[in-house]
């Protein structure tokens, strides 16, 4: 059974830090590319980061800025998102995406095949 399980949300005060992680079973992580969306309130799932089934190549959304990196551990099956200085609108439900193949250049959420049920972040001031 394919799975994908994020954890490490939270609340977090503005500036500060916190990493999700995202543990896959049922498929080999490592022939997937990943990615980590948002979802706010009211809003259209968005597109975060994305990484290479080898790690050797990363994507951000432009509000990122430097703030945020993804990486990936194959061997554990598991993919994180390291968050750096958060602001009031990074608050959203993150979630886990998996693609079969393609390149991480491929940015768009109904283009993933498999999600979790996402991890709640919340940045308060």
């Known amino acids: 059974q394919v799975q994908v399980v994020e954890s490490g949300g939270g609340l977090v005060q503005a500036g500060g830090s916190l990493s999700l992680s995202c543990a896959a079973s049922?498929?080999?992580?490592?022939?997937?590319?990943m990615g980590w969306f948002r979802q706010a309130p009211g809003k259209e799932r968005e597109f975060v980061a994305t990484?290479?089934?080898?790690?050797?190549?990363?994507y951000y959304g432009d509000f990122v800025k430097g703030r945020f990196t993804i990486s990936r551990d194959n061997a554990k099956n598991t993919v994180y998102l390291h968050m750096n200085d958060l602001k009031l609108e990074d608050t959203a439900v993150y979630y886990c995406?998996?693609?079969?193949?393609?390149?991480?250049?491929?940015?768009?959420?109904?283009?993933?095949?498999?999600w979790g049920q996402g991890t709640q972040v919340t940045v308060s001031s």
């Open positions: 995406g998996a693609r079969a193949f393609g390149p991480p250049s491929i940015t768009s959420p109904p283009d993933y095949n498999f």
């Open positions: 049922g498929f080999t992580l490592g022939t997937y590319t």
């Open positions: 990484i290479s089934w080898s790690g050797d190549r990363t």
